[in-house]
Structures are given as structure tokens and as C-alpha cells.
């Protein structure tokens, strides 16, 4: 099992930065891929960014230049850093990680709302 837990989202003005942090704990495999979602209000979950263990990073269209995935391995914390936020980025969002097993884990969620 694998236990995610993420923190720090908030109400914050457009142009506003934030940063998530998503806990990781549990049955952690060295190969492996984190990545953070997001989900809006009668819309699909989406990929907003995810880093492999060898450091390769992946970024949805829409968040490229404005937002930033790390990971801090001795705190085992994950990390999205969020700038020049939009409206458009008002969403749930949600840490993921897998592995080479079959299994799928994801946190609870944590909500963004950029708003004036």
C-alpha cells in the first residue's frame, strides 16, 4: 500500500503562485512515476505534470511555463509549484504514483481556487 496525502491549496488571486506538497508513504519502489492531476467541475481529470524516478518531467499543454513539478527524496514529499495562476486553473487536484505493479494510488485531493 501506498498513502498519499496532499496540502497547501487555497484561495489565491490570478497571477498568484502556490505550492502543493503531496506526502508519499508506504510501499515505495525506486522505479517510479509521481505526478500531480487536476479536476474541474463537470470536466475530466487531466495531467497537469509528472517526473519519473530517472528525473524525466512531463507537463499538460495548458500549465507548460507557469507550473513545476520536484521531489524531495528525503522527505519523500512531491512538489507542484504553481505560478501565474488563471481562473482556468480553479480545480481539484490530485497526486498520483505507480510503479511497475498494476496498482494506481492517489490522494485525496486538494482544491485551488483562483479567484478575485
Known amino acids: 500500500q501506498v498513502h498519499l496525502v496532499e496540502s497547501g491549496g487555497g484561495l489565491v488571486q490570478p497571477g498568484g503562485s502556490l505550492r502543493l506538497s503531496c506526502v508519499v508513504s508506504?510501499?515505495?519502489?525506486?522505479?517510479?512515476?509521481m505526478g500531480w492531476y487536476r479536476q474541474a467541475p463537470g470536466k475530466e481529470r487531466e495531467l497537469v505534470a509528472s517526473?519519473?524516478?530517472?528525473?524525466?518531467?512531463n507537463y499538460g499543454d495548458s500549465v507548460k511555463g507557469r507550473f513545476a513539478i520536484s521531489i524531495d527524496n528525503s522527505k519523500n514529499t512531491v512538489y507542484l509549484q504553481m505560478n501565474n495562476l488563471k481562473p482556468e486553473d480553479t480545480a481539484v487536484y490530485y497526486c498520483?504514483?505507480?510503479?511497475?505493479?498494476?496498482?494506481?494510488?492517489w490522494g485525496q485531493g486538494t482544491q485551488v481556487t483562483v479567484s478575485s
Open positions: 508506504g510501499r515505495i519502489f525506486a522505479i517510479n512515476t
Open positions: 498520483r504514483y505507480t510503479d511497475s505493479g498494476p496498482d494506481i494510488y
Open positions: 517526473r519519473t524516478n530517472t528525473g524525466y518531467t
